[in-house]
Structure formats: structure tokens, C-alpha cells
């Protein structure tokens, strides 16, 4: 069988290594994180599947039931467009 995935609207920002872009993550709701090692500029989010890590350039997205994941900028793209 194939299935399509239904169309929806998420809420997302991507990670760039700065504050002002982790401040817009924060924006999103983002409340359970911990910090990544020491000058790697990465960071990790609580997820349904538990703590994820969020490297340089991944997005944030915050889904339909209000829970935070990680997504590579290429699968992103390939699944999200920008209204």
C-alpha cells in the first residue's frame, strides 16, 4: 500500500550557531533542552523518543501536538515548503 502524508502546518527554526537563532527556537515554546559539549555548537532537545541532539543548521520543529524535534536541513527541505 502507499500512503501520502496529510498536509500540515508546523512551526519551525533553523539552528545557525548564534543566539538570535536560538532565541527564535526558544520562541517556539521550546522549554527542556541541555546544553551539547563545549564549543561544538550543538545542543539537545527532549522529543517524544526522548533527548535528541540538534546540530549546526538542523531546524527545529515543533509539530501538530506541540512536540519539539530535530530535522537535517536536506530532509527539510525535501518535506517542507514556506508559505
Known amino acids: ?22 532565541d527564535k527556537i526558544m520562541m517556539l515554546g521550546l522549554k527542556k533542552w541541555k546544553p551539547g559539549d563545549m564549543g ?18 538542523d531546524w527545529v520543529i515543533k509539530g501538530i501536538k506541540g512536540e519539539f524535534y ?4 536536506d530532509i527539510f527541505e525535501l518535506t517542507y515548503d514556506n508559505e
Open 40 to 57: 561544538s555548537n550543538t545542543f539537545f532537545i527532549e522529543t517524544l523518543e526522548g533527548d535528541m541532539q540538534v546540530k549546526l543548521e
Open 1 to 22: 500500500m502507499k500512503f501520502k502524508k496529510k498536509p500540515v502546518e508546523i512551526d519551525a527554526e533553523q539552528w545557525l550557531g548564534s543566539k538570535e537563532s536560538f
Open 70 to 73: 530535530p530535522r537535517k536541513p
